[in-house]
C-alpha cells in the first residue's frame, strides 16, 4: 500500500530484547528493542 515491506512483533514475555532485521537485497538493518519488565509489541510501516 505505501511501498514500503512493513515490519510487526509481538512478545508473551518481559525480558529485554534485541530484534535486529536485515533487508537481504540492500543489506540495511534496522534494531528494535523491548525494555526489561514490560511485554511490549509493535510495528514498522516504513521498515524497508
Do not use: K
Not at 10 to 33: A, C, E, F, K, W
Amino acid at each position: 500500500m505505501n511501498s514500503h515491506f512493513w515490519f510487526f512483533y509481538g512478545s508473551l514475555t518481559d525480558i529485554q530484547i534485541t530484534i535486529t532485521v536485515t533487508d537481504q537485497t540492500t543489506g540495511v538493518s534496522r534494531v528494535y528493542t523491548g525494555q526489561q519488565g514490560a511485554q511490549q509489541s509493535g510495528f514498522d510501516l516504513m521498515a524497508f
